[in-house]
């Protein structure tokens, strides 16, 4: 029976199977625009097929859509109940600019001791460690005492409906674990010679908010026969701008900033001059802190108008909103109503896009995702912060199933995790995060599923 250490070292003998195998996940552009015809991700899915099964391993494709299939895989094991779930995603962003683009996004360009390319981060590498976890482990003989799997969803950047939206929904029997680790919420920070990690424990909600203010039309030389709506939206634009939204600390994530020099209780009272504080030693603390402590309504669309010479009838203000766990849609219409109550003519319209998640800290899967880490980091002393993330993942469909889900990635701390740039121009992964990742995958998989009927 191989031990847990000498997989692990087989991880540093893979760097050049791991590597090849982002790369040949770049090269495949499964680029989802929102707009079908989209996504292609069959052609991922059937990439991921043939590679397990070059190591014996069978898998499952399904979708609503021939070209959109979704990649189910289970890991041979004695019990068929499925402790664990690897989670991740098959479709990228569009590229913006590719003038601006360092190598081509399609490339998988190696380049400093990382692997460029559009959805070689996001999510690709999340998928390359859970893919050689699984290669690994057969290739010792390895049979599971607990069931686990490896779903990889096609269309995540447009909210999943044709991926673990749709699987949640009409085959939760395929998607059934106790316990999922996923992408999101999982940042690594050294403060003062400790290392820092987090573990993706929730998500604020979205919604989509659409502000109508009506006016009347009429021509433009004489603006005083109608009523022009761009008065109405300017100072709907202002309310926006001063609102100050409530300032919450109770989310889990408040209690860990003593670790970053933050001795005090953090709440409404002292949280500007404590935010200017972090904002010096841990800019990215800071920015969390900020999004985790309150509900934030920015306006990001404006359509309106039909001419130049004609006072416009209506005028449309598109708002982002993100909610806390606790903000609930009355608190929400409540302060709509009250940026909005001095605005004539104006309705609104409101979408929830997705609910606010979260599953518990306290798990075994949190205990497996510490004690990976303190092997293969070598470090007992690491700190751990529960942490929300104030993005969307796949992980609202299956928390809502009642699998606790977490994110967590494994990256190596060493790396430069400013050169990301998920969803940007020049996206890339550090080789070491790709190692460390996939260690990561192959240790929690191991602690969850071995030994332990
Ligand atoms: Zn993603």
Request: some cysteine; aromatic content about 8%.
């Amino acid at each position: 029976m191989s031990s847990l250490q000498s997989l692990i070292d087989q991880v540093d003998d893979s760097i050049n199977e791991i590597i090849h195998m982002n790369q040949e996940l770049i090269k495949i552009p499964s680029i989802n625009t929102g707009y079908m015809p989209t996504g292609n991700e069959t052609l991922v899915a059937e990439f991921l097929r043939d590679s397990l099964l070059d190591d014996g391993i069978s898998s499952n494709l399904i979708g609503r859509d021939p070209k959109r299939k979704n990649f189910i895989s289970d890991y041979p094991s004695i019990s068929d109940k499925t402790k664990l779930m690897f989670m991740s995603h098959t479709d990228v962003v569009p590229v913006e600019n590719e003038e601006k683009w360092k190598f081509d996004p399609f490339s998988g360009t190696i380049h400093e001791g990382r692997v460029y390319g559009r959805g070689s981060n996001d999510c690709k590498a999340l998928l390359t460690t859970q893919m050689m976890a699984f290669k690994i482990l057969k290739r010792n003989n390895i049979t599971l005492d607990y069931g686990l799997k490896l779903v990889s969803g096609a269309d995540e950047e447009h909210g999943g409906k044709w991926g673990f939206r749709w699987l949640a929904e009409k085959h939760p029997e395929l998607i059934t674990s106790d316990y999922a680790i996923n992408e999101g919420g999982s940042v690594s920070i050294q403060a003062d010679n400790k290392l820092i990690l987090s573990i993706g424990v929730g998500e604020k909600g979205r919604l989509e908010l659409k502000f109508k203010i009506k006016g009347e039309s009429g021509h433009a030389s004489t603006p005083w026969m109608g009523k022009n709506a761009s008065f109405q939206l300017g100072k709907l634009l202002k309310n926006l701008e001063d609102y100050k939204p409530e300032i919450i600390t109770t989310l889990p994530f408040f209690s860990h900033l003593h670790n970053f020099g933050i001795e005090e209780k953090i709440d409404s009272s002292n949280f500007d001059k404590l935010i200017d504080r972090l904002d010096k030693s841990y800019p990215l603390v800071s920015s969390l802190s900020k999004a985790l402590s309150q509900m934030l309504i920015t306006p990001t669309m404006v359509q309106g108008g039909i001419k130049s010479n004609s006072i416009p009838e209506e005028i449309i203000l598109t708002c982002d909103i993100r909610n806390l766990p606790f903000q609930k849609i009355d608190y929400i219409i409540s302060e709509i109503e009250k940026i909005s109550q001095d605005i004539d003519g104006l309705t609104y319209d409101l979408e929830y896009m997705s609910d606010p998640n979260e599953s518990k800290f306290d798990s075994a899967l949190a205990d497996a995702i510490i004690e990976s880490q303190s092997i293969i980091q070598n470090n007992k002393e690491i700190k751990w912060i529960p942490l929300h993330s104030p993005g969307f993942t796949d992980s609202t469909y299956t928390r809502r199933l009642g699998i606790t889900t977490y994110g967590f990635y494994g990256s190596d701390p060493q790396d430069d995790a400013t050169l990301n740039n998920i969803h940007g121009t020049n996206e890339s992964i550090g080789i070491a995060s790709l190692i460390s990742g996939t260690k990561s995958m192959l240790a929690i998989a191991y602690i969850m599923c071995m030994n332990k009927l």
